[in-house]
Each structure stands twice: as structure tokens, then as C-alpha cells.
């Protein structure tokens, strides 16, 4: 084999290592995209999964709040990370893709680009990317949350807080988690009881939440709530029942979930309109 044979070879496996950067997408294409790695680019997304806010019960003082902060940032005004945190299933994801939409129908262009927690390292080449665009992002990343080993979380503070170059102007970051701190709390409580310096070691793990500047909690709905959310439901799909029977049957299908929430009452919903006949 020639000498140049060999440095044709060595050039292209040096290539498939360290992969050219990846070109900027046509973002005219689609309001919503999904980062994906390997190689590194930005798919777009034709229909969102999504309801309407309108839709979203019991959520209002988090509603009204991530609206308002998102439409400042649509404008160009500055806006605070967000960290919606709190009981599974009461609409922390759908919130967020719903106030995109509403900002949207309001005539703001914003694009929303979804980040699995998985590909985290490499967030720093999707912030390249989106730089030099001429959009604002709302980045996303649902169900945000680390263990032990994990060290994806020092990958994430670059959008937080930024490095030297900081997070870009047009880009602002959104994470939906059901801890407070996106660390277990045995894990905090075991670095108190084990560290040489305790403190240090728990505000190196905790540090990452206090670096969003807007904190919104979910908690579980009562049963008036979780009603009002299968009645709006109903009403929204033109869904035709009385109010003893929707009763009877949601209180009796959250008792053999063993719980109440807002994925729970779209799931019953999903169940009553199954068997009325009525598509989705």
C-alpha cells in the first residue's frame, strides 16, 4: 500500500472520529426542531404533541408566569431560565409546549428545540450552532434529572451561566424535573453524611438549580380540579355527559391508578371518548 493510500485511510477514520461541524439548518422550515447526536444536527418537527393552554387547570399561577416570561423573550427583552419542578403528570411538559404555541398564535416568531437529557454534552455545539442565527430558541429538555455518577450536569451549566463566551442573547433554556434540586435527596442527604467537607460537596451537586432564575412548582390537584380537567376536556371535544356519571367513573378510575393528576384525567378522558365513538 502507498504512502498516500495509507494517509487517505488514516484522514477518513480521523473523519468518522471527529465529524465536521454540523451545517446550519434551514430554520424558515418548521417552529419546532429536535437535537440529535451522531452525527450532530436539528431535525425539524412538523406537528408538535401539545394542548391548548386553555386546557391546562390548576396550573394558573405557573401558566400566567411562563407566558409572560417567554413573551418578554420573544421580544427581545430579557427572560430567566426556567425550572418547572414538581408532582408527575400536572402538565409540567405540556405547559411549556403550550406556551409556545400560544406565543406563536400571538405573532411572535420563536423556535423551540428539544434536548434529551442523554446528549447534554454536547450542548455546547448546539449553542454554536444557534448563535449566529437569526431566530431566538427556546431550548427544552424534559424530565431533567441526575444520579450519583452522573456528570452531565456540568455539561448543562454552559446554558446556564455561560463560559467565557456566555449563553447567546437569542437563546433561553426551559427544564421540566420532579426534584427541586435534579438530584435525589438521598443522594444530597448521603453527601452531608459522608463528605470531608459536607457543604462544599452538596452545593457542588445543588448549585446547578439556583443557576435558573425561574423556579415553578407543580403540586398535586384535588378532586374538584381533577374534575374540572375531564369536564374541560369533554367540552373542548364536544364530549356529551352528565356530571353524575363523569363523577362516578373518574373518581373510581383515579382510585385504581392511586392517583390524581392532569395525565391521569387525560387518560380517562382518552378511555370515555374511546368508548362514546369520538376521535381525538
Known sequence: MSDGDTLTRIAAALERISPPAAAAPDFAAADAFVWHVSPDRLAPVGAVNRVDLDLLLGINRARDTLLENTLRFA??????????????????SSLVKAVHAEVLRQGHALKIVEVQREDLPSIGRLLTLLRGADARFLLFCDDLSFSHDDQHYKSLKAVLDGG???RPDN????????RRHLMPRDMIENERGSAINPSEAVE???SLSDRFGLWLGFH?????EYLAMIRGYCDAHGLQIDDATLRAEAIEWQATRGSRSGRVAWQYFTDLAGRRGITL
Not at 431560565?81 to 402538565?91: C, E, K, P, V, Y
Not at 437563546?171 to 420532579?178: G, K, P, Q
Open 171 to 178: 437563546v433561553v433554556f426551559y427544564a421540566t424535573s420532579n
Open 220 to 224: 398535586p390537584c384535588d378532586q374538584d
Open 164 to 166: 467565557i463566551e456566555g
Open 75 to 92: 421580544r427581545g427583552l430579557q427572560a430567566n431560565n426556567a425550572l418547572l419542578w414538581g408532582a408527575r403528570g400536572m402538565g409540567k
Open 204 to 206: 457542588e451537586k445543588v
